[in-house]
T-cell receptor
Framework: ETGVTQSPTHLIKTRGQQVTLRCSSQ?????VSWYQQALGQGPQFIFQ???????GRGNFPPRFSGLQFPNYSSELNVNALELDDSALYLC????????????FGQGTRLTVV | DQQVKQNSPSLSVQEGRISILNCDYTNSMFDYFLWYKKYPAEGPTFLISISSIKDKNEDGRFTVFLNKSAKHLSLHIVPSQPGDSAVYFCAASSNAGGTSYGKLTFGQGTILTVHP
């Protein structure tokens, strides 16, 4: 049991719409990272949040944005959805202070039609 | 630019035999490596990790070997069991500047099938 939960598990959106995905981190972890996993690929780092601030970003456009709350939970927002945004979105919690394994949630499967 | 590569998309092994999954990386700044297992409709599950100051780490049936000069790591599963059938991802991170923990770069994954 990792303790990282994501919601919703599945959703379908129309191209051009906006979507918000949610994640609660594991107890004791102060850092949340978001990943996008396209079909047949490994997860790709979107960005990381620590103490409610963005702490690093991968190669994703500004229409991908996020928030972290005081309880370390997090949101991923995607504006102006494109068909290529269809993917599994994974949230992972970890500790910023040292190398530890990151614990992943079950993911949100987003389909853009 | 694929900094972490798993060149074998799939591997098929008989139950009880050894499974060897390979991973290569190009970024010399990577100093921590992890293996994750993923079942369909689930998030990746952490298996085992290794720091760049070591060349081997064992945990039960799982052993990870790191060859820094070759920028290569491998995961050995002995003995393999049908329940090990899953997608295995190699991942790496770098503590550049002390603020990079938890930012993982993943390989494409290897589908392991263990036959009874």
């Amino acid at each position: 049991e990792t303790g990282v939960t994501q919601s919703p598990t599945h959703l379908i959106k129309t191209r051009g719409q906006q979507v918000t995905l949610r994640c609660s981190s594991q107890s004791g972890h102060n850092t949340v990272s978001w990943y996008q996993q396209a079909l047949g690929q490994g997860p790709q780092f979107i960005f990381q949040y620590y103490r409610e601030e963005e702490n690093g970003r991968g190669n994703f456009p500004p229409r991908f944005s996020g928030l972290q709350f005081p309880n370390y939970s997090s949101e991923l927002n995607v504006n102006a959805l494109e068909l290529d945004d269809s993917a599994l979105y994974l949230c992972a919690s970890s500790s910023l202070q040292r190398h530890t394994e990151a614990f992943f949630g079950q993911g949100t499967r987003l389909t853009v039609v | 630019d694929q900094q972490v590569k798993q060149n074998s998309p799939s591997l098929s092994v008989q139950e009880g035999r050894i499974s060897i999954l390979n991973c290569d990386y190009t970024n010399s700044m990577f100093d921590y490596f992890l293996w994750y297992k993923k079942y369909p409709a689930e998030g990746p599950t952490f298996l085992i990790s290794i720091s760049s100051i070591k060349d081997k780490n064992e945990d039960g049936r799982f052993t990870v070997f790191l060859n820094k000069s070759a920028k290569h790591l491998s995961l050995h599963i002995v003995p393999s069991q049908p329940g090990d059938s899953a997608v295995y991802f190699c991942a790496a991170s770098s503590n550049a500047g002390g603020t990079s923990y938890g930012k993982l770069t993943f390989g494409q994954g290897t589908i392991l099938t263990v036959h009874p």
